[in-house]
């Protein structure tokens, strides 16, 4: 298989764009349109899985509907061998140059990661990723996601929303385009999603390759503290009800094996309580006996 992932243009592009991503609002991030070969991302299409292919796993939730492939076993070659370049050194540089994070290590299970499929009617809620990989007990520090999405219109919907880090406005919306890259840092307030119903056409999908980079240790500003979290927690919008789940999403173990941890709850209350109550709390707490 060709090498498809070009070091010197790759780097370019970053030093070109590393400032425009780092001061983005509302958390960096970059939307890059056409910098892969179409050649690699036409290869993925022609193997990509069917809804009904066993490479999938479903996630069925109050606040998500979507296809994830569980590990490379149940990929194409060419798929496989092209998601390799993704953990290369040269995409590592790239994304170095362009966050400003150094030590960047890939994830060699793509766990969470590889192919994503949204059918019609499908959507993800807006959530805040895992912190912490359950394998490897690294931080998770970047996402990048390539859209694979030929021909696709406004109309269908399936834009990547970005909200901020109060959850009261969305700030960015991002059409989910053929050969459109979105790279942005992770940390407990980067709440992003695809919260409304895909309503594209029947028989089409939304499709996209999702990757995920991390280190060994992080700024301790990026988690909430007693916050490692190791599944996905799941938010609603300002006046939004989602059918089937309570208002307090961190109640559910949204999904089998990667969940909303019991801790959760506690750093998020303590996000949202304001300082003067919780010095408050703290003053009246029974203190434990010696």
Not at 77 to 100: R, V
Not at 135 to 161: C, H
């Amino acid at each position: 298989m060709k090498l498809y992932l070009d070091a010197e243009y790759l780097q370019n592009i970053a030093l070109a764009s590393s400032k425009k991503y780092q001061s983005a609002l509302p958390f960096p991030h970059i939307v890059l349109d056409n910098i892969l070969p179409e050649e690699a991302l036409d290869g993925v299409l022609e193997e990509f899985p069917g809804v009904e292919s066993p490479a999938w796993k479903q996630y069925k939730t109050p606040f998500e509907a979507k296809l994830e492939t569980q590990g490379e076993d149940k990929l194409g070659a060419f798929t496989n061998l092209l998601l390799y370049q993704f953990n290369s050194p040269p995409f590592l540089k790239f994304l170095e140059t362009l966050t400003g994070i150094d030590g960047l290590i890939p994830d060699p299970y793509f766990f969470g990661g590889g192919l994503h499929q949204i059918p019609q009617g499908g959507k993800l809620g807006i959530h805040a990723d895992y912190s912490r990989h359950g394998k490897l007990d690294l931080d998770r520090r970047l996402n990048v996601i390539i859209y694979l999405n030929k021909d696709w219109k406004e109309e269908y919907g399936g834009y990547l929303e970005l909200w901020d880090s109060s959850m009261a406005e969305c700030v960015q919306k991002i059409l989910p385009i053929y050969n459109r890259m979105v790279v942005f840092n992770i940390t407990d307030w980067a709440f992003h999603g695809h919260p409304e119903p895909l309503t594209c056409p029947e028989g089409w999908t939304r499709k996209s390759i999702a990757l995920y980079y991390f280190t060994a240790g992080r700024p301790k500003g990026e988690v909430m503290d007693g916050g490692e979290r190791y599944g996905a927690l799941f938010l609603s919008r300002p006046g939004e009800t989602v059918q089937g789940a309570s208002k307090k999403s961190t109640d559910y173990k949204v999904r089998n094996g990667r969940v909303v941890v019991k801790k959760d709850t506690k750093w998020w209350i303590k996000k949202l309580t304001p300082p003067i109550l919780l010095d408050a709390h703290q003053a009246v707490k029974p203190q434990k006996k010696g």
